[in-house]
């Protein structure tokens, strides 16, 4: 098992991604930094109209940082101005580049809980991620009867009471990451398929309702974004690489 503290590493100068890798960066992120007014400009127009809709100042401060950080780490990799950057949203509300921002088949997603932002980055494969701050203070027993598939509740139910936290969020992640990979939405039910999330099992794409063969496409994997958090990445290939790297403003100088 990987160390947390050693799994995130300063990405290399020259970092490139080649088609074999999948790419998490982790961002921490400080609603209070001086450096958010900085980060303002690089956002368009529609972003920042939505960015100043935002109630509650601490949100609002949020979502300009993950967004504007997702703009420069994209941006790094296809060679292109962040500013510059276009976002197309597909008919679940899914973003991926504007083929005119970029000619790389570079694909990404984001996730973000509490004071952490995870970033997934490859090439050619549909992608998903997710992370969540660990708190108890919702109805779990609600939300697994509801959303949980019968085969996961029925392993859920068998768990001791001291396991039942940790694999709840080993299975909202893996769930979550799944359907954001595929693009569709709530429009997939999350009880039409199933994850592993017993502690201490590898993480893996079980079985889906609709397709059968589709667990041989998918890879799932368990994230240690730090202590306290929960994570998971889903991609539609396997045997592929996971590289994890630390965001800073200074990562690309």
């Known amino acids: 098992m990987n160390n947390i503290a050693t799994l995130w590493s300063k990405p290399p100068k020259n970092l490139a991604i080649s088609n074999q890798e999948v790419h998490i960066w982790r961002i921490f992120i400080d609603i209070d930094s001086p450096i958010i007014k900085t980060y303002l400009p690089i956002l368009s127009i529609d972003e920042q109209e939505k960015a100043n809709r935002f109630r509650f100042p601490k949100d609002r401060n949020r979502f300009i940082t993950v967004r504007s950080v997702l703009r420069k780490i994209l941006g790094y990799y296809i060679e292109k101005n962040p500013r510059e950057l276009k976002f197309d949203f597909n008919q679940y509300g899914k973003p991926f580049l504007n083929r005119n921002s970029s000619t790389t088949a570079i694909k990404f997603n984001v996730s973000h809980s509490h004071e952490i932002a995870l970033i997934a980055v490859n090439q050619d494969f549909d992608i998903g991620v997710d992370v969540e701050y660990i708190h108890t203070n919702f109805d779990f027993e609600g939300i697994v009867e509801r959303f949980f598939s019968a085969n996961e ?101």
């Not at 509740?153 to 080993?170: C, I, Q």
């Not at 397709?211 to 994997?221: G, I, L, N, P």
């Not at 396997?238 to 790297?245: G, I, Q, T």
């Open 153 to 253: 509740k029925n392993v859920w139910r068998s768990l001791p009471n001291y396991h039942k936290v940790e694999a709840f969020f080993n299975c909202w992640t893996r769930k979550e990451a799944f359907i954001k990979a595929k693009g569709k939405g709530l429009s997939l039910p999350l009880n039409e398929f199933d994850v592993s999330f017993k502690p201490g099992e590898p993480a893996s794409l079980l079985n889906t309702a609709w397709d059968k063969k589709e667990v041989d496409d998918w890879s799932v994997e368990e994230i240690k974004p730090a202590y306290g958090y929960v994570g998971a990445l889903a991609v539609e290939a396997s045997n592929l690489e996971v590289k994890f790297w630390q965001w800073s403003d200074n990562c690309f100088l």
